[in-house]
């Protein structure tokens, strides 16, 4: 079992940048991978990044390439959403989900149904 706690979000405008952490319980997290899905208002959760649990490969909804950034940190047992040049179409709840992904190692999932365990959500409001 993971618990996911997510941190980070607020209030920013336009233009400025977030880093969102997500916590995870557990000793196995290095053999997790790890995504980043957002849900804005009346819509549907939608991927956003995605870190293979090696994490040497990594994935990004086209339209945040080149602005936000994955990480992880093992020792920490916390992966990271950089959120750089933020627009107001940005606004959304973010939510981290991680999968087992100890056969995988080198695997990014960019698909909800992937994904076995969801944070909280943390919200995250860009205003223009």
């Known amino acids: 079992q993971v618990q996911l706690v997510e941190s980070g979000g607020g209030l920013v405008q336009a233009g400025g940048s977030l880093r969102l952490s997500c916590a995870a319980s557990?000793?196995?997290?290095?053999?997790?991978?790890m995504g980043w899905f957002r849900q804005g208002p009346g819509k549907e959760r939608n991927f956003v990044a995605a870190i293979s649990s090696s994490g040497d490969r990594t994935d990004y909804l086209d339209s945040v390439k080149g602005r936000f950034s994955i990480s992880r940190d093992v020792a920490k047992n916390t992966v990271y959403l950089q959120m750089n040049s933020l627009k107001a179409e940005d606004t959304a709840v973010y939510y981290c989900?991680?999968?087992?992904?100890?056969?995988?190692?080198?695997?990014?999932?960019?698909?909800?149904?992937?994904?076995?365990?969801w944070g909280q959500g943390t919200q995250v409001t860009v205003s223009s």
């Open positions: 557990g000793r196995t997290f290095s053999t997790y991978a």
């Open positions: 989900a991680a999968r087992s992904a100890y056969y995988s190692p080198s695997t990014v999932y960019n698909g909800k149904s992937n994904y076995e365990y």
